[in-house]
């Protein structure tokens, strides 16, 4: 009987220290979604090769994961920040293997359209941005820009990665 309750025992232990930290796992969240984001924007003539992008950044809370914007559309491309006073401009822009990965894999998107993005701060705040791009092709062909903001987030090897998007009309 007495071996039969230390093997009792042992089997609750074993199982309390594998069952919480797998429920831990299984519960983990990303520290931010996609409500603590908010982006408004607006695109507009530039000049006959260019079309200007305006949008509105809102970061509700701070947290340090990677985030990057993604401007698509078909025919358009090269961008171009417009640095002035109040406006957030980037250091770099390009592309993140990992950020486009999430990007084709949540969005079901064709990999034949290029991606060039950039990244936006970790900081809570408003970033306000003006950035064109360049019209390729035939303009009337152009379809509306859609922005897509990507947070890159991993706890523990989860992968807690989400995009948001929202669509730009002429």
Not at 16 to 30: K, M, Q
Not at 80 to 109: C, K, W
């Amino acid at each position: 009987m007495k071996k039969i309750l230390a093997i009792l025992g042992i089997m609750i232990v074993v199982l309390g220290i594998v069952g919480l930290p797998y429920r831990y796992y299984h519960s983990l969240t990303p520290s931010m979604t996609a409500d603590d984001i908010q982006m408004m924007g607006g695109i507009k003539p530039y000049d006959e090769d260019h079309l200007l992008v305006e949008l509105e950044v809102n970061r509700l809370h701070d947290e340090p994961a990677h985030h990057f914007i993604y401007p698509i559309a078909k025919g358009l491309g090269n961008i171009s920040f417009i640095h002035e006073d109040g406006l957030y401009a980037p250091n770099s822009v390009g592309t993140d293997y990992v950020a486009e990965e999430i990007l084709i894999n949540q969005m079901d998107r064709e990999r034949s359209i290029d991606s060039i993005g950039f990244a936006i701060p970790d900081q809570q705040g408003k970033y306000k941005l003006k950035f064109t791009m360049q019209i390729i092709g035939d303009s009337s062909r152009m379809k509306d820009l859609a922005l897509y903001y990507i947070h890159m987030e991993k706890k523990l090897g989860k992968d807690l990665s989400w995009v948001k998007k929202i669509t730009l009309q002429r």
